[in-house]
């Protein structure tokens, strides 16, 4: 065997075995019923705390938008459009500091909900997921991955209203166990990869929703 081809197979057996690890130790996950609490961290901090795969919420951390407690939803809306995508390119800035190490894909979407506005308990499939509250407050609920099978779930989604349907009739939900949050403007929480979540708008909310996955969890985690 010539020693180009040697060192060819070298070469594709240790490729082999980084991404057997990277695959092994992106999908991982925790079945804790924990979440804990962080003092606007700096990025290493930060990086520490969501890799320990823990939902976590980091208070603090959109100084820089307190303004926007002044108006209303409607007021927010109808910005002259300058400024909108001024305010659009700020929230980007911002919020890149969160991205995942060795980042391949964002995306960072600003919403603006009524109170009241709910949404279907969904499974978190990136490799990071944070919602973010500029303005109003939220009800979230976090269901472990084991939960699974009592959300009566197709795919990524329940099938059911958590909000609205009877557990008479889907007598599975009595047995979730949950952690349930209020986010205030200010909050950031890190929701990880695997686990359920859905939530309630409990006052009008302007927030922001950022999806990031590195070079290699777009590729290898499983969806």
Same mark, same amino acid.
């Given at each position: 065997?010539?020693?180009?081809?040697?060192?060819?197979?070298?070469?594709?057996?240790?490729?082999?075995?980084?991404?057997?690890?990277?695959?092994?130790?992106?999908?991982r996950f925790n079945n804790d019923i924990?979440?804990?609490?962080?003092?606007?961290?700096?990025?290493?901090?930060?990086?520490?705390?969501?890799?320990?795969?823990?939902?976590?919420?980091?208070?603090?951390?959109?100084?820089?938008?307190?303004?926007?407690?002044?108006?209303?939803?409607?007021?927010?809306?109808?910005?002259?459009?300058?400024?909108?995508?001024?305010?659009?390119?700020?929230?980007?800035?911002?919020?890149?500091?969160?991205?995942?190490p060795l980042n391949g894909k964002n995306?960072?979407?600003?919403?603006?909900?009524?109170?009241?506005?709910?949404?279907?308990?969904?499974?978190?499939?990136?490799?990071?997921?944070?919602?973010?509250?500029?303005?109003?407050?939220?009800?979230?609920?976090?269901?472990? !991955?084991? +939960?699974?099978? $009592?959300? *009566?779930?197709?795919?990524?989604? /329940?099938?059911?209203?958590?909000?609205?349907? @009877?557990? &008479?009739?889907?007598?599975?939900?009595?047995?979730?166990?949950?952690?349930?949050?209020?986010?205030?403007?200010?909050?950031?929480?890190?929701? !990880?990869? +695997?686990?359920? $979540?859905? *939530?309630?708008?409990?006052?009008? /909310?302007?927030?922001?929703?950022?999806?990031? @996955?590195? &070079?290699?969890?777009?590729?290898?985690?499983?969806?």
């Open positions: 065997m010539k020693l180009s081809t040697k060192v060819f197979l070298i070469l594709l057996a240790i490729l082999g075995v980084f991404v057997y690890l990277q695959r092994k130790y992106l999908n924990e979440i804990f609490q962080m003092e606007n961290p700096n990025k290493i901090q930060f990086e520490r705390q969501v890799d320990q795969s823990y939902p976590s919420i980091f208070t603090n951390t959109t100084q820089n938008f307190h303004d926007l407690q002044k108006y209303s939803l409607d007021t927010i809306s109808s910005i002259e459009a300058t400024e909108k995508r001024k305010l659009n390119r700020n929230i980007q800035k911002h919020f890149s500091y969160y991205n995942a995306i960072i979407k600003v919403m603006s909900e009524g109170k009241g506005v709910t949404n279907t308990v969904t499974r978190q499939y990136n490799y990071r997921y944070l919602i973010t509250q500029l303005k109003g407050v939220r009800r979230v609920f976090l269901f472990a !991955p084991k +939960n699974r099978k $009592f959300l *009566y779930a197709k795919g990524d989604k /329940s099938q059911i209203d958590f909000f609205r349907d @009877d557990l &008479l009739k889907y007598s599975k939900l009595s047995e979730t166990k949950y952690i349930e949050v209020i986010l205030y403007p200010g909050q950031m929480l890190y929701i !990880p990869f +695997n686990w359920w $979540f859905n *939530y309630e708008i409990m006052e009008d /909310s302007f927030a922001v929703y950022h999806q990031s @996955d590195t &070079l290699f969890s777009k590729y290898l985690l499983k969806k």
